[in-house]
């Protein structure tokens, strides 16, 4: 059984930084494309990064590219994405999922199956 949680979040100021993590229970995680998504208020929920099984081939959305970095850990089984230079639109709810075997896009929500519950990032002016 995939697990997903994600633990980081919480309440900044702009400017600051934060990591969240993402822990994955199972089997076959060096296997997975693993991403972050954010929901804000009031919006659907989006495409933040991407980062391949292996490591080597990463994605970011265009808000976030040169701010946030995703990395992985896979001898621990844990995703992470740190984020620098935060800024009020930051602010969301930032899910880790994982790929499903077989997907073609990495953008898009449909070629997730397994999510965390979330976690809160609030960025104050």
């Known amino acids: 059984q995939v697990q997903l949680e994600e633990s980081g979040g919480g309440m900044v100021q702009a400017g600051d930084s934060l990591r969240l993590s993402c822990a994955h229970s199972?089997?076959?995680?060096?296997?997975?494309?693993m991403a972050w998504f954010r929901q804000a208020p009031g919006k659907e929920r989006g495409f933040v990064a991407a980062i391949t099984g292996t490591g080597d081939t990463i994605h970011y959305s265009d808000s976030v590219r040169g701010r946030f970095t995703i990395s992985r850990d896979n001898s621990r089984n844990t995703a992470y994405l740190q984020m620098n230079s935060l800024k009020p639109e930051d602010t969301a709810v930032y899910y880790c999922?994982?790929?499903?075997?077989?997907?073609?896009?990495?953008?898009?929500?449909?070629?997730?199956?397994?999510w965390g519950q979330g976690t809160q990032v609030t960025v104050s002016s």
């Open positions: 999922a994982r790929r499903r075997t077989g997907a073609y896009y990495y953008n898009l929500e449909k070629e997730y199956n397994y």
């Open positions: 199972g089997r076959g995680f060096y296997d997975y494309t």
